[in-house]
């Protein structure tokens, strides 16, 4: 009688992708890829693929599994880890059966993503599951390059807002740093462009919609802007000190 042999157990790899334009993919990142048996990234909305699904599409192994992982886009935490914990076991499955899994997230894996959300619930049920990341171009990276700006100098101080979901931590945030970046700012944008106007910093503040993409739109001088229509891939730079 022989034994089956236990299969090797396999790696999940946060892979950063950059924030749209697929050559932003770093080496290390595209290697992988293109050898990766199981591919992972968040399911897109409305049966539309999702953006790290569509930045890596082209660089794939044709031979690659696809796994679309639901996150809903909700603040309720329980629905939020009762997410996270189904994606988390759909991974491990593959991971414990000795297959590699590459998760591709959009920007940077450890920069406000999802990646991390995934990673931390599959440690914490499985903890001997090996977990590595690659890292990438960040959005506010992309952003600053399309503007053709630094994002800091010298010895300025850098505030970075996830989502904004009260004024005062703004208004806290212009107080005590020199540039500031806020995420998510599409949802939000009418009551940051009122604290702006009253803080003098309309003329130094900078949209950046979908960096690196072919609809790339940049909004230099929101002084006359006081309303944008903006996709969720926005964010603001707001430069507190003038240079
Ligand atoms: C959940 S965060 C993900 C951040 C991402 N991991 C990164 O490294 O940039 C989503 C927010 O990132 C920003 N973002 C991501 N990609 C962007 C892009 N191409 N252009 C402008 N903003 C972007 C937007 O503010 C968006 O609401």
Known sequence: MTNSPVPTQGILTGISVGPGDPELITLKGLGLLKTAPVVAFPAGVGGKPGIAEQIVAGWLHPDAIKLALSFPYVRDEETL?????????????????GRDVAFVCEGDVSFYSTFTY?????????P?????TVPGV???MAAVAA??????????????????????ELESALNWADVVVLMKVSSVYQQVWEILKQKNLLDRSYVVER???????????LGDRPLIQLSYFSLMIIKVINN
């Open 81 to 97: 880890t009762r997410a996270w914990e189904l994606a988390a076991e759909e991974v491990w499955q593959i991971l414990e059966n």
């Open 118 to 126: 995934l990673a931390q619930t599959l440690q914490k049920k499985h």
């Open 128 to 132: 001997e599951a090996i977990v590595e």
């Open 138 to 140: 960040c959005s506010p």
């Open 147 to 168: 503007l053709g700006v630094p994002l800091t100098i010298r010895d300025q101080k850098l505030a970075v807002i996830p989502a904004l979901y009260n004024v005062i």
């Open 211 to 221: 960096a690196t993409l072919p609809t790339q739109t940049i909004y230099k001088g």
